[in-house]
């Protein structure tokens, strides 16, 4: 099997240089690189140039489109049998494409999502925010670990199709709001065999921080309810989950000032999650600081999240 790598990049060659030396160190070398250069102003051109005696990879530059749409070039200008989109921050374990392609055999797979993980080196708020993301005690377990794989939807910074699922139905068709999200659904309905494959993990260096991994949940939560706009039945109780978290937060600083109802019960339980989310990250990582950096990037993408949600449900609603 040939994939076809596509990585849109907005201005940022030094991340891009990671993940094409990552690519450099594959043990499957049956794929080609294709970047999308969207508009950047600090371009990455040069770190191209760099690998093109060693990888097989093309640099396209564009007007700025947005990341759905960039990707959607990159797929035009592929030539593999099946494309695999990255975002320019992920590092790949030497063995993914050869993990992927055997995955994709054994599975029959049109189309496919992978996880991420935090890398040894990873700074300590990378690996909390990593926690933040991927914890059944936070979103994480909307969107990571499924003991169902078919139930899950892909996510853009690593997933991929196959040509045939591309010229069937396109690509995304819309620049960065919810994109992979509703390309995955759309895939689901068409019927073609969508999976998650845990083997072909990424592992996701965000340069976040604290108050852009805020708006970038933020930006999750409303995302969610602009895939609604093609899918009614993408907003499930279990999106809810985060703006009842948040509701529940408030109570208690309501409960503090003015009712003191019920308040020890709710903090009790709010300690109780506090010690879960502290303990379980302290043992993934095996340090206490990343365990306590973790409670504090949980309550940021959980209250960023449910604050996303309930302010675009709003706005669907004000526009009937």
């Not at 049998?81 to 054994?106: C, T």
């Not at 996880?115 to 909307?142: E, H, R, V, Y």
């Not at 169902?148 to 199709?161: D, I, L, T």
């Not at 072909?200 to 895939?227: C, E, I, M």
Request: with cysteine.
């Amino acid at each position: 099997m040939f994939f076809s790598c596509i990585i849109p990049v907005y201005n940022r060659p030094g991340e891009l240089q990671e993940l094409l030396r990552s690519l450099l160190a594959q043990t499957y070398a049956q794929f080609e690189v294709i970047v999308v250069e969207d508009g950047s102003t600090l371009r990455c051109d040069e770190v191209v140039t760099s690998f093109s005696q060693d990888l097989s990879i093309r640099y396209f530059y564009q007007e700025n489109t947005g990341q759905g749409f960039a990707r959607n070039f990159g797929m035009q200008q592929a030539k593999g049998d099946f494309f695999v989109i990255l975002d320019s921050d992920v590092i790949l374990p030497s063995s993914y494409f050869e993990a992927l392609e055997k995955a994709i055999a054994a599975q029959s797979l049109d189309a496919f999502g992978g996880p991420d993980a935090a890398a040894s080196d990873f700074s300590p708020l990378q690996k909390a925010m990593d926690f933040a993301m991927t914890s059944f005690w936070t979103t994480g377990g909307i969107r990571g670990k499924l003991k169902n794989p078919a139930a899950y939807q892909a996510r853009g910074f690593n997933m991929g199709v196959s040509r045939a699922v591309f010229d069937r139905l396109g690509g995304f068709v819309d620049p960065n709001r919810g994109e992979d999200i509703e390309w995955s659904l759309r895939i689901k309905k068409a019927g073609f065999r969508l999976e998650l494959v845990s083997e072909a993990f990424v592992y996701h260096k965000r340069k976040n921080t604290l108050w852009s991994f805020a708006k970038q949940a933020f930006s999750f939560g409303r995302n969610r309810v602009n895939v609604s706009r093609f899918h009614p039945e993408a907003i499930k109780l279990v999106h809810a989950l985060p703006s009842l978290f948040l509701l529940f937060l408030i109570s208690i600083g309501v409960n503090l000032i003015f009712l003191k109802f019920m308040l020890i019960p709710q903090l009790l339980i709010f300690w109780a999650w506090a010690i879960l989310v502290i303990n379980q990250a302290y043992w993934k990582y095996r340090s206490l600081l990343v365990g306590h950096l973790a409670l504090l990037t949980s309550l940021v993408q959980l209250c960023g999240y449910g604050s996303g949600l309930l302010v675009e449900l709003a706005v669907k609603l004000r526009k009937g």
